[in-house]
């Protein structure tokens, strides 16, 4: 069975830190470009960032440009969500996801996605 994982999620205040990690299991994903999303209460999932399948190129939505930072080993598990000054409005559940398909370079929607995780709840408090 595919599965991604996500830990590394709670409370913060703002302007702290978090990271957050995505383990997979079930096959093989180091060829795919791997993602994060969020998703906020009455919100639409949204674009966080993502990460090629070497690790060389990552593109990030704009609210979260210069702020967070996607890393991965290409030999290795997990992918890592570094997220830093974070802001009240970051609160979200976060969602790991895979792309075969697509490159990295523009947001992707919630159609390119082969493969979620189950989220984990990230708040960041004023």
């Known amino acids: 069975q595919v599965q991604l994982v996500e830990s590394g999620g709670g409370l913060v205040q703002a302007g702290g830190s978090l990271r957050l990690s995505c383990a997979t299991s079930?096959?093989?994903?180091?060829?795919?470009?791997m993602g994060w999303f969020r998703q906020a209460p009455g919100k639409e999932r949204e674009f966080v960032g993502a990460?090629?399948?070497?690790?060389?190129?990552?593109y990030y939505a704009d609210s979260v440009k210069g702020r967070f930072t996607i890393s991965r080993d290409a030999a290795k598990n997990p992918v890592y969500l570094q997220m830093n000054s974070l802001k009240p409005e970051d609160t979200a559940v976060y969602y790991c996801?895979?792309?075969?398909?697509?490159?990295?370079?523009?947001?992707?929607?919630?159609?390119?996605?082969?493969?979620w995780g189950q989220g984990t709840q990230v708040t960041v408090s004023s």
């Open positions: 079930g096959r093989t994903f180091s060829s795919d470009n």
């Open positions: 996801a895979s792309s075969a398909r697509y490159p990295v370079g523009s947001v992707w929607n919630t159609n390119m996605i082969d493969y």
């Open positions: 990460i090629n399948w070497s690790g060389r190129r990552t």
